[in-house]
């Protein structure tokens, strides 16, 4: 039977093997309901936290966009991939490693914090001209594709074992850790590839208190309440009387102390009703949750 007033956020705990558009799938055979998307991609060698959002609260998956994400990660000296990870061909060899230093490996991964250019790997899902790129990596004809921004927030090294390196990262939105581990390499004038990778938080949601795939719970088990979920949100509580006006789509007077232009979670008797954006002392809803 299709489980009907759903809502909220799944956090699931992937493990290797599936693709994200797979644990979806899971998802919804466990819940019976169609409505299930995800905040953000997961490789099929990698594993830890996804966020799965239900029902009306797939609405706001733009909401979860920029929450930093956090992952475990290591990556393997001396061997480089076409793939920039362990799933691809091996494509360099080198035994140089063996004249580096721990000092010179944790500089070529501190080097990469901030904002900086990353070239995305060749077997990627980024498009040029509509075609996806590991499309065209697959017939053997790779795109040229261009740098695109991203932000690391930080990177520690957590262990060495020659030639294998353990490192945690702290990044925002787009970032490819296959990447990290590729240029790392070429800092250090040596092939490089990832060989784990675990992703263990996103903003404020943590793997350790994610469901496992294989043990899904039914309707409603672990799921987030919607206002939950966009805590990192501003949030306004509003009367009837506002909440009647927001549900027909009209703006109202913005409490005080909002930030003004950014999205808000507006609230009525505990629920969340709205995402609204505050400008010149007005909510104006941009999304509405509450039915009518």
């Keep these: 039977m299709p489980s009907e007033g759903i809502d909220g956020l799944l956090p699931v705990d992937k493990p290797i093997g599936p693709t994200s558009h797979d644990v979806v799938a899971a998802a919804r055979r466990a819940l019976h309901t169609r409505r299930i998307g995800h905040t953000g991609t997961l490789d099929p060698f990698a594993t830890g936290l996804l966020l799965l959002l239900v029902g009306r609260a797939t609405r706001l998956a ?19 991939t076409d793939t920039d990870d362990l799933t691809g061909t091996v494509t360099a060899e ?14 070529a991964l501190v080097s990469q914090v901030g904002l900086r250019l990353q070239r995305p790997p060749d077997f ?18 790779p795109l040229e594709l261009a740098p695109v921004p991203v932000r690391i927030d930080a990177v520690r090294l957590t262990a060495y074992e020659p030639p294998d390196v353990s490192f945690e990262i702290t990044c925002g ?5 296959r990447a990290v581990a590729r240029d790392a390499g070429d800092v250090l004038g040596v092939p490089a590839h990832l060989v784990s990778l675990r992703r263990t938080r996103i903003g404020r949601f ?17 799921i987030r309440p919607p206002l939950e979920a966009l805590a ?10 506002a909440a009647a006006d927001l549900r027909l789509g009209r703006p109202i007077r913005s409490p005080e102390g909002l930030p003004e232009g950014g999205p808000v979670a507006v609230a009525a008797e505990g629920r969340l009703l709205a995402i609204a954006e505050r400008r010149e002392g007005w909510l104006r809803p941009r999304k509405v949750l509450a039915d009518g």
Excluded at 62 to 80: I, M, N, T
């Design 124 to 141: 990627s899902a980024k498009k040029r001209a509509g075609r996806r790129a590991y499309e065209a990596a697959r017939s053997g004809t």
């Design 173 to 177: 939105p787009g970032t490819y850790i």
């Design 232 to 241: 990192h949100l501003p949030t306004a509580e509003v009367d009837a009387a």
């Design 206 to 222: 943590t793997v350790e208190d994610a469901v496992p795939l294989d043990e899904l719970p039914g309707p409603g088990s672990a």
């Design 62 to 80: 733009e909401y979860f966009d920029d929450l930093p994400k956090h992952y475990s990660a290591r990556l393997r000296l001396g061997v480089g």
């Design 94 to 107: 080198s035994d140089s490693w063996q004249r580096l230093d721990l000092r010179q490996i944790e500089a």
